[in-house]
Protein backbone atom coordinates (compact mmCIF):
# COMPACT_ATOMS: atom_id res chain seq x y z
CA UNK A 1 0.00 0.00 0.00
CA UNK A 2 1.40 3.70 -0.94
CA UNK A 3 -0.54 6.98 0.24
CA UNK A 4 1.17 10.29 -1.18
CA UNK A 5 -0.11 13.85 -0.81
CA UNK A 6 0.07 14.70 -4.06
CA UNK A 7 0.38 18.55 -5.99
CA UNK A 8 -1.67 18.50 -9.02
CA UNK A 9 -0.79 20.41 -12.41
CA UNK A 10 -2.71 22.81 -14.59
CA UNK A 11 -4.10 21.31 -17.59
CA UNK A 12 -1.71 22.35 -20.25
CA UNK A 13 1.20 20.55 -18.11
CA UNK A 14 -1.23 17.67 -17.17
CA UNK A 15 -2.37 17.25 -21.01
CA UNK A 16 1.19 17.41 -22.28
CA UNK A 17 2.78 14.47 -19.58
CA UNK A 18 -0.48 12.74 -20.77
CA UNK A 19 0.20 12.78 -24.30
CA UNK A 20 4.12 11.44 -22.82
CA UNK A 21 2.18 8.87 -21.03
CA UNK A 22 0.20 7.39 -24.32
CA UNK A 23 3.29 8.11 -26.20
CA UNK A 24 5.06 5.48 -24.31
CA UNK A 25 2.51 3.07 -23.74
CA UNK A 26 1.93 2.80 -27.60
CA UNK A 27 5.80 1.82 -27.75
CA UNK A 28 5.09 -0.86 -25.04
CA UNK A 29 6.07 0.87 -21.78
CA UNK A 30 3.91 1.06 -19.15
CA UNK A 31 3.18 4.37 -17.36
CA UNK A 32 0.86 5.48 -14.61
CA UNK A 33 -1.71 5.52 -16.73
CA UNK A 34 -1.90 1.49 -17.09
CA UNK A 35 -0.47 1.13 -13.44
CA UNK A 36 -4.29 2.92 -11.99
CA UNK A 37 -6.97 4.48 -14.32
CA UNK A 38 -7.05 7.58 -11.34
CA UNK A 39 -3.20 8.71 -11.20
CA UNK A 40 -2.92 11.59 -12.89
CA UNK A 41 0.08 13.92 -13.03
CA UNK A 42 1.35 15.32 -10.15
CA UNK A 43 4.47 15.80 -7.35
CA UNK A 44 4.29 14.16 -4.36
CA UNK A 45 5.28 16.25 -1.29
CA UNK A 46 4.78 12.98 0.85
CA UNK A 47 4.49 9.18 0.74
CA UNK A 48 4.22 6.49 3.14
CA UNK A 49 2.96 2.93 3.62
CA UNK A 50 -0.61 4.98 5.14
CA UNK A 51 -1.37 8.60 5.12
CA UNK A 52 -5.39 9.16 7.35
CA UNK A 53 -6.75 11.73 5.25
CA UNK A 54 -8.23 13.12 8.00
CA UNK A 55 -5.26 13.66 10.10
CA UNK A 56 -3.68 15.31 7.45
CA UNK A 57 -6.31 17.45 6.31
CA UNK A 58 -6.18 18.82 10.09
CA UNK A 59 -2.39 18.92 10.40
CA UNK A 60 -2.01 21.35 6.79
CA UNK A 61 -5.63 23.34 7.92
CA UNK A 62 -4.98 26.51 7.03
CA UNK A 63 -2.06 26.36 4.99
CA UNK A 64 -2.88 26.42 0.84
CA UNK A 65 -1.00 23.79 0.21
CA UNK A 66 0.91 24.32 -3.33
CA UNK A 67 -0.70 28.02 -3.50
CA UNK A 68 1.51 30.07 -5.73
CA UNK A 69 4.21 27.53 -6.70
CA UNK A 70 5.68 27.10 -10.26
CA UNK A 71 7.01 23.87 -10.85
CA UNK A 72 9.58 23.62 -13.84
CA UNK A 73 9.91 20.14 -15.11
CA UNK A 74 13.44 20.47 -17.13
CA UNK A 75 14.95 16.81 -16.95
CA UNK A 76 14.49 13.13 -16.59
CA UNK A 77 15.68 10.29 -14.51
CA UNK A 78 15.41 7.23 -13.37
CA UNK A 79 15.19 5.22 -9.63
CA UNK A 80 16.68 1.96 -9.11
CA UNK A 81 14.00 0.06 -9.33
CA UNK A 82 12.96 0.95 -13.22
CA UNK A 83 11.81 4.07 -11.79
CA UNK A 84 11.25 7.07 -15.06
CA UNK A 85 10.03 10.61 -13.96
CA UNK A 86 10.37 13.82 -15.02
CA UNK A 87 12.42 16.07 -12.10
CA UNK A 88 11.39 19.42 -10.80
CA UNK A 89 13.82 22.32 -11.01
CA UNK A 90 14.67 22.97 -7.11
CA UNK A 91 14.08 26.52 -6.31
CA UNK A 92 14.31 28.06 -2.48
CA UNK A 93 10.13 28.62 -2.30
CA UNK A 94 9.89 24.84 -3.50
CA UNK A 95 12.59 23.76 -0.40
CA UNK A 96 10.71 25.97 1.85
CA UNK A 97 7.12 24.96 0.83
CA UNK A 98 8.12 21.15 1.53
CA UNK A 99 9.50 21.78 4.75
CA UNK A 100 6.46 23.59 6.24
CA UNK A 101 4.51 20.86 5.39
CA UNK A 102 6.72 18.34 6.88
CA UNK A 103 7.12 20.42 9.85
CA UNK A 104 3.56 20.70 10.42
CA UNK A 105 3.29 16.74 9.56
CA UNK A 106 5.86 15.81 12.10
CA UNK A 107 3.73 18.18 14.78
CA UNK A 108 0.80 15.96 14.03
CA UNK A 109 3.00 12.54 14.51
CA UNK A 110 2.33 11.94 10.74
CA UNK A 111 5.20 9.34 9.80
CA UNK A 112 6.40 9.58 6.24
CA UNK A 113 9.26 7.65 3.95
CA UNK A 114 12.46 8.87 4.85
CA UNK A 115 13.37 9.95 1.31
CA UNK A 116 10.17 12.25 0.92
CA UNK A 117 11.49 14.28 3.96
CA UNK A 118 13.48 17.43 3.94
CA UNK A 119 17.24 17.44 3.03
CA UNK A 120 16.54 13.67 0.93
CA UNK A 121 13.14 14.63 -0.83
CA UNK A 122 14.32 14.43 -4.93
CA UNK A 123 10.61 16.34 -6.55
CA UNK A 124 9.89 14.95 -9.50
CA UNK A 125 6.46 13.29 -11.54
CA UNK A 126 6.72 9.85 -11.93
CA UNK A 127 6.45 8.56 -15.37
CA UNK A 128 6.63 4.39 -15.26
CA UNK A 129 7.30 2.50 -12.67
CA UNK A 130 8.52 -0.43 -14.14
CA UNK A 131 10.03 0.62 -17.47
CA UNK A 132 11.53 -2.44 -19.31
CA UNK A 133 15.07 -2.37 -19.01
CA UNK A 134 15.89 -2.85 -23.18
CA UNK A 135 13.94 0.21 -23.79
CA UNK A 136 14.84 2.62 -20.88
CA UNK A 137 17.32 4.71 -23.26
CA UNK A 138 14.19 5.03 -25.79
CA UNK A 139 12.32 5.86 -22.74
CA UNK A 140 13.96 8.47 -21.44
CA UNK A 141 14.72 10.18 -25.26
CA UNK A 142 10.71 10.41 -25.36
CA UNK A 143 10.87 11.95 -21.85
CA UNK A 144 13.20 14.95 -23.14
CA UNK A 145 11.22 15.57 -26.22
CA UNK A 146 8.54 16.95 -24.03
CA UNK A 147 10.75 19.18 -21.89
CA UNK A 148 10.70 21.80 -20.82
CA UNK A 149 7.53 21.28 -19.03
CA UNK A 150 6.36 24.40 -16.94
CA UNK A 151 3.37 24.10 -14.29
CA UNK A 152 1.30 25.94 -12.03
CA UNK A 153 -0.23 24.23 -8.88
CA UNK A 154 -3.22 24.02 -9.11
CA UNK A 155 -4.71 21.51 -6.48
CA UNK A 156 -3.43 19.08 -4.09
CA UNK A 157 -4.70 15.63 -2.40
CA UNK A 158 -3.70 12.67 0.30
CA UNK A 159 -4.50 9.83 -2.07
CA UNK A 160 -4.45 5.61 -2.11
CA UNK A 161 -5.33 4.41 -5.03
CA UNK A 162 -4.65 0.81 -3.84
CA UNK A 163 -8.06 1.94 -1.55
CA UNK A 164 -9.51 4.22 -3.66
CA UNK A 165 -8.74 6.73 -1.61
CA UNK A 166 -8.67 10.39 -2.71
CA UNK A 167 -9.46 13.07 -0.64
CA UNK A 168 -8.94 16.68 -1.92
CA UNK A 169 -7.39 19.44 -0.17
CA UNK A 170 -8.65 23.10 -0.04
CA UNK A 171 -8.80 24.29 -3.51
CA UNK A 172 -5.90 26.49 -4.81
CA UNK A 173 -7.59 30.05 -6.61
CA UNK A 174 -6.13 30.57 -9.57
Known amino acids: MVAALELYLDVDATRRIRT ?3 ALEAEGVPTMASLHERHRPHVSLAAARTLPP ?8 GMEVGRGLTLDLDFAGQFVGRVLWLGVTVTEELLAHHRAVHDRLAAAGVEVWD ?8 PHCT ?4 VPNPVMGAAVRRCLEILPVRAQVVGAAVTDHANDVSHPLQAVAR
Open 54 to 61: ETIAAALR
Open 20 to 22: LWQ
Open 127 to 130: VSMR
Open 115 to 122: HYRPGRWV
